[in-house]
Nanobody
Framework: QVQLVESGGGLVQAGGSLTLSCRGS????????VGWFRQVPGKERVFVGS????????DYSGFAEGRFSISRDNDENTAYLRMNRLRPEDTAVYYC????????????????WGQGTQVTVSS
């Protein structure tokens, strides 16, 4: 079992950048695929992107493609979500999740979740 803690959220102006971190502990983080999701109040959690256990394969939703980048450092048990050219509509709580299986874009397939970190983009 792995515990996940996100960090790096905050307030940023439109067009700016943020990097979120997702640190795993208590389990073999390097074996887990990591997904990033976001959620706004009253709406379902939305897939942002994912990375496989080795970091060799990533996948992005349409709104993230070309602006967001996911990476990981298994020596540090940490995954990252780099977000560039942020827009007000990117405002949400961002979550990382992990599963001991290939990366997928369905939230319900992930076994472990962090507590989330708020990202607010001002116009």
């Amino acid at each position: 079992q792995v515990q996940l803690v996100e960090s790096g959220g905050g307030l940023v102006q439109a067009g700016g950048s943020l990097t979120l971190s997702c640190r795993g502990s208590g389990g073999p983080f390097k074996r887990y695929a990591v997904g990033w999701f976001r959620q706004v109040p009253g709406k379902e959690r939305v897939f942002v992107g994912s990375i496989n256990w080795s970091g060799a394969k990533t996948d992005y939703s349409g709104f993230a493609e070309g602006r967001f980048s996911i990476s990981r450092d298994n020596d540090e048990n940490t995954a990252y979500l780099r977000m560039n050219r942020l827009r007000p509509e990117d405002t949400a709580v961002y979550y990382c999740a992990a599963r001991n299986a290939p990366a997928r874009n369905e939230a319900h397939l992930y076994d472990y979740w962090g507590q989330g970190t708020q990202v607010t983009v001002s116009s």
